[in-house]
């Protein structure tokens, strides 16, 4: 029998996260590729689906970097190994908090680093995402 090469983690159903919208669609918060961990976008949404920081880009910073941080270590990874972050939020100046933020979680990681401002996220009170590419050490 052939073994899995890659993990699904935590996995749901959209018709849960975006009761407002829709939408039936089967996805995960990360997945364990090889020696590879990509986590999907995290907000300022903890597990049990509260938002944390309605209004606060800085705060809902914080919830999704606690999502991350336990994202990778389920997968068998930590915030230290990130080798990628793609950083998305709704207003230019949500950049100073979001990344004062997120920086404090990185200190000493140096990954590479993408950011970008869009018009909106999936609902309208996030107002940040990040989602990240991490390595298990061998």
Same mark, same amino acid.
């Given at each position: %029998?052939?073994? *899995? ?5 935590? %996995? $749901? ?15 995960? #918060? ?13 907000? &300022?949404?903890? $597990?049990?689906?509260?938002?944390? &920081? ?8 914080? #919830?999704? %970097? ?38 404090? !979680? @990185?200190?000493?990681? $140096?990954?590479?680093?993408? &950011? ?5 996220? &999936? #609902?309208?009170? !996030? @107002? ?8 298990? *050490?061998?």
């Amino acid at each position: %029998m052939n073994t *899995p090469t890659h993990q699904r983690i935590r %996995m $749901f159903n959209t018709r849960q996260t975006y009761p407002n919208q829709n939408l039936d669609n089967d996805l995960c #918060q990360a997945v364990r590729a090889g020696n590879t961990v990509y986590v999907r976008g995290q907000i &300022g949404t903890d $597990f049990e689906g509260n938002l944390i &920081g309605l209004g606060d880009p800085r705060a809902q910073a914080e #919830q999704a %970097m606690r999502n991350v941080k336990q994202l990778l270590e389920e997968a068998g990874s930590d915030l230290s190994h990130i080798v990628k972050t793609t950083t998305y939020l709704t207003d230019p100046r949500y950049r100073e908090p979001v990344y004062q933020e997120v920086g404090k !979680w @990185l200190k000493g990681v $140096f990954p590479i680093s993408t &950011g970008l401002v869009i018009s909106g996220l &999936g #609902q309208p009170e !996030w @107002l940040m995402e990040i989602d990240v590419i991490a390595v298990i *050490p061998d």
